[in-house]
């Protein structure tokens, strides 16, 4: 997992997931609870769980597939405060925001393999995107976050040139 301290106080632990094509695209979704707002996979990281099993968890859940290998894990913590109306109702408004590892994985299955409509579906679409479009398509708050992992991550990820799925 990492060597780092445990996520600051008041931020839920979270795994965050880069998944890449083999072209270095990256999977986003589209919120079904926010229209016209994409993002990466992430999710908590149960009590016990190594942020690896939970990026493997976590991607099955949200998109389900399960053909992907692991080609990097961050050892920082990275985190963001949701705006104050969305934290108070969030998780019994019990966290100011999401501390998050961020893991890099690489798709290795065909398109057949993802399938977003899962037990509890979160995204209404899904595409393979460039790292400017998502930052351009992210929420305000997550950008800076999302710019980090981005830049951590930037050796595998393909030149700019959105293409959907």
């Not at 993002?39 to 991607?59: T, Y």
């Not at 992992?149 to 030149?159: H, K, N």
Request: hydrophobic share 40%; aromatic share 10%; glycine share 10%.
């Amino acid at each position: 997992m990492t060597n780092e301290p445990g996520p600051p106080a008041g931020y839920r632990p979270c795994i965050g997931i880069l998944l890449l094509d083999g072209n270095g695209r990256i999977f986003v979704g589209e919120r079904l609870d926010t229209p016209g707002a994409w993002q990466m996979p992430q999710g908590g990281i149960d009590e016990g769980e190594s942020a690896i099993d939970a990026a493997f968890r976590e991607l099955k859940e949200e998109t389900g597939i399960e053909t992907a290998e692991l080609i990097g894990v961050s050892n920082v913590w990275r985190s963001y405060d949701l705006p104050a109306a969305l934290a108070a109702k969030a998780w019994g408004g019990r966290f100011r925001g999401q501390a998050q590892l961020w893991s890099a994985l690489r798709f290795t299955g065909t398109p057949e393999d993802i399938d977003i409509r899962t037990a509890h579906p979160e995204f209404s679409q899904w595409k393979w995107t460039d790292a400017e479009t998502l930052l351009a398509e992210i929420v305000d708050f997550k950008r800076d976050l999302y710019r980090e992992v981005l830049d951590e991550f930037r050796l595998y990820i393909g030149p700019s040139t959105q293409t959907s799925a």
